[in-house]
Nanobody, 124 residues
């Protein structure tokens, strides 16, 4: 049974950094892609970045470009989201999601498995 669990969220001041973790247990496929998404109440879930088992990366765009980076540790079955220079508008629930094919996608509908999310709050 595939399970994803995020951790590392919390309260941080603007300009600070935070690294989220996504433990991907029960993995049965050697090929995978894990994406990070975020969502604020009343808005669509937004793509952040993604990384694949073939070391492919879908880079963060827009306001997150250059500040958010995903990387994986296969030995720990964990994917991380490193966030720097955080802004109050980065406040959201952050989710990781997985699909059993090593092609990254920005489309949330392409991901099969989701974590429960972790809250990130950036204070001004």
């Amino acid at each position: 049974q595939v399970q994803l669990r995020e951790s590392g969220g919390g309260l941080v001041q603007a300009g600070g950094s935070l690294t989220l973790s996504c433990v991907d247990s029960g993995r049965t496929s050697s090929g995978w892609s894990v994406g990070w998404f975020r969502q604020v109440p009343g808005k669509e879930r937004e793509f952040v970045t993604a990384v694949s088992s073939t070391n492919g990366i879908a880079y963060a765009a827009g306001s997150m470009k250059g500040r958010f980076t995903a990387f994986g540790d296969s030995a720990k079955s964990t994917v991380y989201l490193q966030m720097r220079s955080l802004k109050p508008e980065d406040t959201a629930v952050y989710y990781c999601a997985r699909k059993n094919f090593p092609i990254n996608s920005r489309n949330k509908g392409d991901y099969e498995y989701w974590g429960q999310g972790t809250q990130v709050t950036v204070s001004s």
